[in-house]
C-alpha cells in the first residue's frame, strides 16, 4: 500500500503555508517598497498618491505575493515528498 496524500489531505497544510506566504510576501513589500520610494507603500484610495504610483505599488506586491506562495508551496510540497515519498496530487 502506497501513502500518497491526496489534496483533500493537504489542505489543511496548504492554508497553514498560506498564511504564512500572506504575512511574509506583505513584510518584505512593505521593506522592499520603503527601501526603494522612501515612503511608505500608497493606499489604492489615498488622494495624496498618483495613479502610477498606487498601480506600481499593486504590482509590485502582486508579483511579491505570487513568488512567495509559489515559493512556500513548493516547499511544502517538496517537504510532503520527504516525509512521505510521494507528491500531494488529487
Known amino acids: 500500500m502506497t501513502r500518497q496524500?491526496?489534496?483533500a489531505n493537504y489542505k489543511?497544510?496548504?492554508i497553514v503555508?498560506?498564511?504564512a506566504?500572506?504575512?511574509l510576501s506583505?513584510?518584505?513589500f512593505q521593506r522592499i517598497w520603503a527601501m526603494s520610494m522612501r515612503s511608505a507603500a500608497p493606499h489604492p484610495i489615498d488622494e495624496d498618491r498618483g495613479w502610477g504610483e498606487v498601480l506600481l505599488a499593486a504590482a509590485l506586491q502582486g508579483a511579491i505575493?505570487?513568488?512567495?506562495r509559489a515559493s512556500i508551496d513548493r516547499?511544502?510540497?517538496t517537504g510532503v515528498r520527504k516525509f512521505t515519498g510521494h507528491w500531494?496530487?488529487?
Open 26 to 28: 506583505g513584510m518584505v
Open 17 to 19: 503555508l498560506g498564511l
Open 88 to 90: 500531494p496530487h488529487d
Open 5 to 7: 496524500i491526496s489534496k
Open 12 to 14: 489543511p497544510i496548504g
Open 21 to 23: 506566504a500572506g504575512t
Open 75 to 77: 516547499a511544502g510540497a
Open 65 to 68: 505575493v505570487a513568488m512567495i
